[in-house]
């Protein structure tokens, strides 16, 4: 009898120590991740994360709880990798090429301008041919690590003259980002200006410049540019940036690999859902825009690929830059022979 009590007493012990290990491995697996993206409130690239956040607190039982946080919400849309190395945020959606002062590789990985006809295409790259390897390459040295990569489509340009192929180009005003893309309108004989967002429709209507590089075709409408640009180039020649989704590289490290699995596998969903949800407003915008006595521009094969041939060459700069830099370019270029996309 008196083993029986000693028995029962030694398992019920063990009952508790392990139910009480299990409640404090779950407290210490459970973490919430403010993460600050690019996005405004309301957009539907800011409500495609937070179908991505949701997904992820679903997938992973509650563990890891991510608070999406529009732009701006915490700090600048330029300062969340520093916000992340320190501790201010605990993840970011940046567009990748916000870092290129930092490290050119970011640049040719965060948007290979003209590369790409299909965000689809840059993810089987990025996936299935070692892109998200050369960016995790990137972001190490800043204690960093990309969870995966996301992208919203292809941006449209918003004329105020018919702009048809490459020979129109030759001196139109447009505004341009410094680097690559500037580069390479002024190959064509464009004339890149470089002005803050803040500007862009005032000098639009004023007649500083006669076009600029914003975004997809519905965003550039929901912008207004279209109240006094009677032109747009689409389906897009020159960008479809990427937008990464990065979190410390030591919390990456905590987790089980079933949530890394996890994590990878919603940013792919999430990457899904935000093209399908852009090329939707994007085909709304056509239609509205058209009705609205808007022509839409689409260029011929034959200019595309000269674009793009030229692209190429200013790609091999970038490439020249460093060593990861030109590893991203070299393995780009073979997947877009690959595809027939360049010769």
């Not at 028995?7 to 697996?29: H, K, R």
């Amino acid at each position: 009898m008196r083993a029986l009590k000693k028995f029962l007493s030694t398992t019920s012990a063990i009952i508790v120590a392990g139910i009480l290990s299990v409640s404090t491995a779950t407290a210490q697996d459970s973490q919430t991740w403010r993460i600050q993206t690019l996005w405004q409130p309301g957009t539907a690239n800011q409500e495609a994360f937070e179908r991505f956040a949701k997904n992820v607190k679903k997938k992973t039982d509650g563990q890891i709880n991510i608070i999406p946080l529009p732009a701006g919400a915490v700090v600048g849309v330029t300062e969340t990798l520093d916000a992340v190395s320190r501790g201010i945020l605990q993840g970011q959606h940046p567009a990748t090429v916000y870092w290129t002062g930092r490290n050119p590789a970011f640049a040719v990985l965060g948007d290979l301008n003209a590369g790409y006809e299909d965000p689809r295409q840059a993810m089987e790259y990025f996936y299935d041919y070692g892109g998200l390897e050369l960016l995790a390459e990137a972001y190490e040295p800043f204690g960093l690590h990309p969870i995966g990569v996301a992208w919203w489509g292809v941006e449209s340009i918003p004329t105020n003259r018919r702009v048809a192929g490459v020979k129109d180009l030759e001196g139109l005003k447009i505004r341009l980002p410094q680097g690559m893309a500037s580069e390479l309108f002024a190959h064509f004989g464009a004339v890149p200006v470089n002005l803050p967002g803040s500007e862009v429709f005032s000098a639009m209507d004023g007649g500083t410049i006669e076009a600029t590089d914003w975004g997809t075709l519905a965003m550039n409408a929901e912008l207004g540019f279209h109240d006094k640009a009677k032109y747009a180039i689409y389906p897009g020649i020159h960008s479809m940036p990427a937008g990464d989704v990065s979190i410390p590289l030591k919390t990456w490290n905590s987790l089980s690999k079933e949530n890394q699995k996890v994590l990878v596998d919603a940013v792919r969903a999430f990457s899904l859902d935000m093209i399908e949800a852009l090329e939707k407003e994007d085909i709304q915008a056509a239609k509205r825009l058209q009705a609205e006595g808007v022509e839409l521009v689409d260029w011929s094969d034959k200019d595309r690929q000269t674009f793009r041939k030229a692209a190429v060459d200013i790609w091999r700069t970038y490439g020249e830059k460093n060593d990861l830099a030109g590893r991203a370019v070299a393995g780009q270029i073979e997947f877009l022979r690959s595809k027939g996309l360049i010769d």
